[in-house]
């Protein structure tokens, strides 16, 4: 069962903004650590963002910070990835994962233990 589902990709020129959401659906697990990972055609899964539950602590890849940040809604249980200047080379599909407790590494995927499906963003020159 699906219980991760993202939104908000979709196709961009670059220096647009766009806003990523990750709901937890139907949720029987704890969430310590949610991140955010991508993958291109051709190319391995890179660590792109992250964001611990409790305290709201967050974590950027080099190519991303300054750019992207990171925050999520307690209540509704939604995390959420705002992209601002993006570039070409952040075309990608997106896919939230979680940690339902903490491994000790945040950038590593396979300690994130229940995944999402991805949604799709692409910018254009």
């Known amino acids: 069962q699906v219980q991760l589902v993202e939104s908000g990709g979709g196709l961009v020129q670059a220096g647009a903004s766009l806003r990523l959401s990750c709901a937890a659906s139907?949720?029987?697990?704890?969430?310590?650590?949610i991140g955010w990972f991508r993958q291109a055609p051709g190319r391995e899964r890179e660590f792109v963002s992250a964001i611990t539950w409790n305290s709201g602590a967050t974590y950027y890849a080099d190519s991303v910070k300054g750019r992207f940040t990171a925050s999520r809604d307690n209540a509704n249980e939604i995390l959420y990835l705002q992209m601002d200047n993006l570039k070409p080379e952040d075309t990608a599909l997106y896919s939230c994962a979680v940690q339902s407790r903490y491994s000790g590494r945040i950038r590593y995927a396979p300690d994130y233990d229940y995944w999402g499906q991805g949604t799709q963003v692409t910018v254009s020159s």
């Open positions: 139907r949720r029987t697990f704890s969430m310590s650590v």
